[in-house]
């Protein structure tokens, strides 16, 4: 396996990766298949907050929607 870091050298440390190549070999040593990833770390220009803050608020909503559809429910 190959690994690249995010500054783009080599690397050992499948934690510190973000690209990398994967090759899988058969029982001679020939290579079969090839599997390469690619992890991007962007921002959202258009969002004001955190991902992680919109997230949140996301679930806190729909939560919201989940419970007062609940009580329509119930009290008719």
């Not at 992890?39 to 007062?68: D, S």
């Amino acid at each position: 396996m190959t690994y690249t870091d995010a500054d783009g050298r080599t690397t050992d440390d499948p934690a510190a990766a973000v690209s990398g190549e994967a090759v899988l070999y058969d029982e001679h040593g020939i290579p079969r298949r090839r599997t390469l990833f690619v992890m991007r770390q962007r921002e959202l220009p258009w969002l004001p907050v955190g991902e992680a803050a919109f997230l949140l608020w996301v679930l806190v909503i729909l939560m919201m929607i989940w419970l007062a559809i609940g009580l329509v429910l119930y009290f008719t």
